[in-house]
């Protein structure tokens, strides 16, 4: 097969050639879109799932389709060292200027208070030169969004930006990925602003993607988090999604899988899209004649799993320190131990802290550090007291190989 023509894409965020089996998610969110750009109530929407299972690229095929609807949209990615005045500032600018309003008065106003908010992350008493720049060349609007208190700010900078959206009809749609990564008060503070939005009918929403714990990361710092949102989990394809997947790219290219092939596809990734586009991609280049076969996909399954291991499962082990690596190698062992009894697992893997702790000969205390830094590091999570599981998909199973 020519490896010119491969279709397949395994990359970070990398749209894949057919987006299978989000059908369902990119209609609903078509109606959000119309609904809001008539006045109706709607809620902002949460997509939850582990790594691999193509949240990020879901997020953006959600704000293509607000910019295909005229809204103005604007994305960031939430990282733990990073408060949120920068990234929602820099996200709303782009929003503003694609909303196209014809006043360009108005328009500057809200840029003033984009400004004055963007400005406000550096300590009253910085200089100039130490205050970060936003790029914005209206000036900064004093008394408005910039009084220090993140949640106050955070209401008034929506409520403006909501106004001149609804001024030409249209709306203005956030975009944040890793959305879990925020700091505890800029949570609190998007929840209760975006509780502010929708009491007051303004045309704007939130579309956050992250890790399956992040609805209890809301919960915890607003009790009406639970119906601010539209929660979303997005889990592995079924069969048929999977299949097409690989077939309906193939098709582009004059080519196909036979059945067998599909089966072994799927036996082989379990329906996690990254690992289709990896598993594919390696498939493709190593079948010497259209169809690709069962035995094509065996022949690149070594090599495919030794890139997985590289840049997918080796990359992240790589960022834990020798403890962190130690309560991940243990946490792999523990689900081990429970296969082996029959026991079943989801792919997360979730597992007992106190077994993990039983297992090193420690006490559960004194593994905190451990488990706090992979926690901040997005390699484990915990959604349930007393158990952690891998973010990452089949990341035990790669662990035992390695061990």
Known sequence: MDPIRNPYAPGAGQRPPE?????????????????????????????????????????????????????????????????????????????????GHPQADDVDQVLGVIKAFALRDAPASAKLRDKWQPG??????????????????????????????????????????????????????????????????????????????????????????????????????????????????????????????????????GGYPYFIQAYGKVAWDAAPENPITARDVDVAGPEAEQELGVGFFGSRFERATPGEREYLRAMAEVAAEKLDAGEELDESESVPTAEVARLLGRKPQSLSPARDGLLKKGLIYS????????TVPHFGRYLRSIA
């Not at 349930?384 to 891998?390: D, Q, T, V, Y």
Request: proline share 4%; glycine share 8%.
């Open 383 to 390: 959604a349930e007291r007393g158990r952690i599981a891998f």
């Open 136 to 269: 914005i060349a209206a000036p900064a609007l004093t008394g408005r969004a910039d009084s220090g208190d993140i949640e106050i700010d955070l209401v008034e900078l929506l409520t403006d930006v909501g106004g001149l959206a609804a001024d030409v009809g249209k709306g203005v749609g956030i975009f944040i990925d890793e959305l879990q990564d925020l700091h505890p008060e800029d949570v609190s503070a998007l929840c209760a602003a975006f509780h502010e939005i929708s009491q007051n009918g303004l045309p704007v929403v939130v579309v956050g993607a992250g890790l399956p714990h992040l609805p209890a990361v809301l919960s915890a710092s607003k009790s009406y988090s639970e119906r601010l949102f539209r929660y979303n989990r997005i889990d592995r394809l079924p069969r048929a999604a999977a299949d097409a997947a690989l077939q309906l790219p193939a098709q582009e290219e004059d080519a196909s899988w036979s059945e067998e092939a599909l089966e072994a596809m799927y036996a082989a990734t």
């Open 19 to 99: 987006l299978a089996g989000r059908d369902e998610q990119l209609r609903t969110f078509d109606v959000v879109l119309e609904r809001i750009a008539r006045g109706r109530p709607e809620r902002s929407i949460v997509l939850t799932g582990l790594r691999g299972v193509g949240k990020t690229v879901l997020l953006n095929a959600l704000r293509s389709s607000a910019v295909r609807a005229g809204w103005g949209t604007g994305k960031f990615e939430a990282r733990p060292d990073q408060r949120i005045r920068r990234p929602m500032s820099a996200a709303l600018h782009v929003a503003v200027r694609e909303l």
